[in-house]
């Protein structure tokens, strides 16, 4: 059956070529997630990208779905996704985009800049007094895959004197990382870390870990990070320590819903600085690179017959 590849991934023309001369056999289509029709997701074999979830149900011949994104829930639920199709992700892509938000939120929220800037739209000339530094601190990284390691390197380039990660798993050691252990420890974890961050995804096991006991053994001065998803982090209970002065500050990408309501007590924390699912996506060249050549070579795995990179288990 000759393959037909439907491919919504945002390319440049030279990467079409690369994507054709991999599959010269197979009918390549291209599109985009708002104009992919109906006809053309009937049509695929294999789809790449970012298509709506609700537009899966015609995709009736799908062998292999590659995800532009490492978030693949929308897609799992029992008949989103057509029955016996594998998917992929470009887990890892936007690694580099992700941790370099963490480190800047982290950097401005030690530096009280989002007071500062509270003050400059007041017109007040205050001094908001002690800051905070990253050397000599113990960082906690609650997810250590390819996120939680692209953070806990730069944070050991910039001076922390411990960075500890906690897995489901323990394997290999892992760059930037003094210890790692697993989520049994977590707990023992929490009262010894300066920062904790949260790049954890979203499954029955991470809903509200992070709940108002655990937020409770952190340090009173500590930071609190989420960036992985919302649901693993209890945002009442998180927004009642603060409004009582834990924490030096928080920071958080993800929340749950999003958009985040309007009446969330979150928005009037001062020391809480909150972006909206801004830190990953495409807003990086080399993430929008990254997952061009991910799906690439995994198109030259799926040609040969050998095993996909970031398949997930449904």
Same mark, same amino acid.
């Given at each position: 059956?000759?393959?037909?590849?439907?491919?919504?991934? &945002?390319?440049?023309?030279?990467?079409?070529?690369? %994507?054709?001369?991999?599959?010269?056999?197979?009918?390549?289509?291209?599109?985009?997630?708002?104009?992919?029709?109906?006809? !053309?997701?009937?049509?695929?074999?294999?789809?790449?990208?970012?298509?709506?979830?609700?537009?899966?149900?015609?995709?009736?011949?799908?062998?292999? %779905?590659?995800?532009?994104?490492?978030?693949?829930?929308?897609?799992?639920?029992? =008949?989103?996704?057509?029955? =016996?199709?594998?998917?992929?992700?470009?887990?890892?892509?936007?690694?580099?985009?992700?941790?370099?938000?963490?480190?800047?939120?982290?950097?401005? #929220?030690?530096?009280?800049?989002?007071?500062?800037?509270? $003050?400059?739209?007041?017109? *007040?000339?205050? $001094?908001?007094?002690?800051?905070?530094? +990253?050397?000599?601190?113990?960082?906690?990284?609650?997810?250590?895959?390819?996120? =939680?390691?692209? %953070?806990?390197?730069?944070?050991?380039?910039?001076?922390?004197?411990?960075?500890?990660?906690?897995?489901?798993? +323990?394997?290999?050691?892992?760059?930037? %990382?003094?210890?790692?252990?697993?989520?049994?420890?977590? $707990?023992? *974890?929490?009262?010894?870390?300066?920062?904790?961050?949260?790049?954890? &995804?979203?499954?029955?096991?991470?809903?509200?870990?992070?709940?108002?006991?655990?937020?409770?053994?952190?340090?009173?001065?500590?930071?609190?990070?989420?960036?992985?998803?919302?649901?693993?982090?209890?945002? /009442?209970?998180?927004?009642?320590?603060?409004?009582?002065?834990? #924490?030096?500050? =928080?920071? *958080?990408?993800?929340?749950?819903?999003? &958009?985040?309501?309007? /009446?969330?007590?979150?928005? /009037?924390?001062?020391? #809480?600085? #909150?972006?909206?699912?801004?830190?990953?996506?495409?807003?990086?060249? +080399?993430?929008?690179?990254?997952?061009? /050549?991910?799906?690439?070579?995994? *198109?030259?795995?799926?040609?040969?017959? !050998?095993?996909?990179?970031? !398949?997930?288990?449904?």
């Amino acid at each position: 059956m000759q393959e037909v590849i439907l491919n919504l991934l &945002p390319l440049k023309g030279e990467e079409r070529a690369a %994507f054709e001369a991999a599959a010269p056999e197979a009918v390549h289509i291209y599109s985009r997630r708002s104009t992919v029709t109906p006809e !053309q997701l009937a049509r695929a074999t294999v789809l790449l990208g970012w298509p709506r979830a609700r537009d899966m149900q015609y995709a009736k011949s799908l062998k292999w %779905f590659q995800c532009m994104f490492a978030g693949v829930d929308e897609y799992l639920p029992q =008949g989103v996704t057509p029955e =016996g199709a594998v998917i992929t992700t470009s887990s890892g892509s936007n690694a580099l985009s992700v941790a370099e938000n963490m480190l800047s939120t982290l950097l401005a #929220l030690y530096r009280k800049l989002p007071l500062y800037r509270d $003050d400059q739209r007041a017109h *007040l000339w205050h $001094d908001e007094g002690a800051a905070k530094t +990253i050397t000599g601190a113990v960082i906690l990284v609650v997810g250590a895959g390819h996120l =939680g390691t692209e %953070f806990a390197w730069r944070c050991k380039a910039l001076g922390a004197a411990r960075v500890m990660g906690v897995k489901r798993t +323990i394997g290999r050691p892992l760059p930037g %990382f003094d210890q790692l252990h697993t989520m049994e420890e977590l $707990d023992d *974890l929490l009262p010894q870390a300066d920062v904790v961050a949260l790049t954890l &995804p979203h499954s029955p096991e991470t809903v509200h870990l992070m709940n108002a006991e655990r937020i409770a053994r952190m340090k009173d001065d500590a930071v609190l990070i989420s960036t992985g998803r919302g649901t693993v982090l209890d945002q /009442d209970a998180l927004a009642e320590a603060m409004k009582n002065g834990k #924490l030096w500050g =928080g920071a *958080l990408d993800v929340t749950e819903p999003e &958009p985040l309501p309007a /009446d969330s007590p979150l928005w /009037d924390i001062p020391n #809480l600085l #909150l972006t909206p699912h801004v830190a990953g996506g495409m807003r990086l060249e +080399i993430t929008r690179k990254n997952c061009i /050549d991910m799906a690439l070579a995994n *198109l030259k795995r799926y040609l040969a017959g !050998q095993p996909l990179e970031n !398949q997930v288990k449904r």
